[in-house]
């Protein structure tokens, strides 16, 4: 028997009575050389394709969830945490930092990443704008407008409000945002020649989002787009000078979105924490800063430094014995056609697949 390929064809043509509407008796065979021949026509409804449907994505159904001992859920429940504090070792010789502000800090736009479009090393294709906005550019080399000219700083060890020559040396503030939820924030760092940004939350300890260097970087205002989680986000933003010249290192974190800056250039954006604050204060992190053990990042708490270390761990089950599908595939004459579809019960078009005992693959525990 051969089966439907989803297309009504017609045999035979009947005669209506075109005063009645009723037949008249007469008929004829649908010839293609006939001018009233009705040509074929797709009808699935009628002529059902020969689908089968089989399950894909097997998983284990759990009939609970739970962390290794010391491990609690996260919010969403997709990972486990175990955070641990630490008292911070105060540094030696602390460093103070000062305000400054150069002609050479020139540029005539800033530059903008989105997630995922950025390298570890700060490669990747930034969006330019902010074109003739002074608190973003600084096309006419003035000490007084642009980015680095309104909030850079850099150490002073002497306290006589010059900057001291610090050569290749991390140092940096952290900034301790608490979200309500999981949020995209913007997160802009530039200094002498090197910069990058390393974030402590939910998602582990001290992972590094973006390292780069450039020996014009003083020059350079760029925004990364960084995925805070729910709870407790520490970012720590550091600067390195690899010259003993401009000497210069500068950050900020705002709200606002990707598009409300890039579309709205001239937008003065929403400062969630700016090193034009930390001016006169001083550093947190790296060279004459707090330091940690491995594997802590510092949480500055306004001058009661924790060291902070956050562990991810998976979720573990309880198994149920049985094995579920989270989808299923569609097959025409034993091939897939590429349709796939949730397996959820009353969804779809195919058949629901429900969960079958398999205390092999799925050992009750």
């Not at 003993?244 to 003065?268: H, K, Q, V």
């Amino acid at each position: 028997m051969l089966d439907n390929t989803g297309k009504l064809v017609y045999q035979w043509l009947v005669q209506i009575d075109a005063n009645t509407g009723q037949p008249t008796g007469v008929r004829k065979p649908n010839d293609p050389a006939d001018p009233d021949y009705v040509q074929p026509m797709m009808d699935f409804d009628i002529c059902p394709l020969p689908y089968v449907w089989e399950p894909i994505d097997p998983y284990c159904e759990a009939t609970s969830f739970y962390c290794a001992p010391g491990y609690v859920m996260n919010a969403d429940s997709t990972s486990c945490i175990k955070a641990t504090d630490t008292m911070a070792t105060p540094p030696a010789t602390p460093y103070k930092s000062v305000a400054v502000s150069n002609t050479a800090f020139q540029n005539n736009y800033a530059l903008i990443y989105r997630i995922n479009s950025y390298t570890p090393t700060g490669g990747g294709s930034p969006y330019y704008f902010g074109y003739n906005n002074p608190f973003w550019a600084n096309p006419t080399a003035v000490s007084t407008e642009g980015a680095m000219n309104r909030c850079g700083l850099w150490v002073d060890l002497n306290n006589d409000g010059a900057a001291d020559a610090i050569l290749n040396k991390w140092l940096g503030f952290t900034a301790t945002l608490e979200m309500p939820a999981d949020k995209i924030v913007l997160v802009a760092v530039s200094a002498t020649t090197s910069g990058r940004i390393i974030l402590t939350n939910q998602a582990g300890s001290n992972r590094t989002i973006v390292s780069f260097s450039n020996t014009t970087l003083y020059r350079e205002w760029r925004l990364f787009e960084v995925p805070l989680k729910a709870g407790r986000n520490i970012i720590q933003m550091e600067g390195q000078a690899g010259v003993n010249n401009l000497l210069c290192f500068g950050a900020e974190i705002y709200s606002n979105t990707w598009d409300e800056l890039y579309w709205e250039d001239s937008r003065i954006p929403t400062v969630l924490w700016s090193t034009a604050d930390m001016r006169g204060q001083y550093f947190h992190t790296g060279e004459g800063g707090y330091s940690c053990p491995a594997g802590y990042a510092l949480d500055y708490n306004n001058g009661s430094s924790v060291c902070r270390q956050v562990l991810v761990d998976t979720v573990k089950q309880h198994n149920s014995g049985k094995l579920a599908y989270r989808r299923r595939k569609r097959l025409l004459r034993g091939v897939a056609d590429g349709y796939i579809e949730q397996n959820i019960e009353g969804t779809g078009t195919g058949p629901y697949f429900p969960p079958v005992p398999d205390t092999t693959t799925c050992p009750i525990n």
